[in-house]
């Protein structure tokens, strides 16, 4: 009898929860476009997220770069950017991409921000980009367009996808070229292409 009175007043502390808004913590982080620049021609090169947690048991956001070698996603051996903090997963902020000039093939300013643990800028540095002809240099470049609600810890997405032709012409990126690469004609038919990924991570090591 003891038991089903638990119970019952364990159901109905549920409902009291509900009736007032308040929903238990659900261990994920919420994640959405701020500056959907990449609508249209495909041209402005900025892009920016917020996100935030839900309690989640993360203490740090990892950036991956990856270059794409006309058959797959490879990762930059020197391209992957950390912030760490233990208060990653009860905190919101912005990560942030910009162009650090004007050149079709500038590289990008990483920027990772919050009121609650700082945050970092990092500068992306890659050889083979840096060494594209720029006299007919087009590029692409897409993002997330929606909000995800529900992103797991240690589950990798990508933010950012870049493609670059150097004929003049451009075709359209979208973001599924990360996941779904053979599916892609602007990385089928890319003079070189570039990805940017996030994970949200537990390290037990910190």
Known sequence: ??????ALAALALVGIL???????ADNTMHLAPVEQKTEGSQI???VKYEFSGNHADANG????????????WNKDDYGLFTVN???VGESSGIIQFD???DAVNAEYNINIQSDDFGGSMQFA????LSGLPTERLTSAV???????????????IPLLVRTFRTDGTQILVAIDAFSDPGNSSALKYSSYAEAYTVKFVKNDNL
């Open 1 to 6: 009898m003891k038991k089903r009175h638990a």
């Open 85 to 87: 903090s233990e208060k």
């Open 99 to 101: 162009p650090e000039t």
């Open 44 to 46: 402005d090169k900025s």
């Open 142 to 156: 897409a993002m997330q367009e929606e909000k995800i609600d529900d992103l797991a810890v240690d589950v990798e």
């Open 125 to 128: 540095d890659s050889s083979k």
């Open 18 to 24: 509900s009736g007032c808004g308040q929903t238990a």
């Open 61 to 72: 956001i990892e950036i991956q770069r990856y270059e794409w070698d006309g058959s797959a």
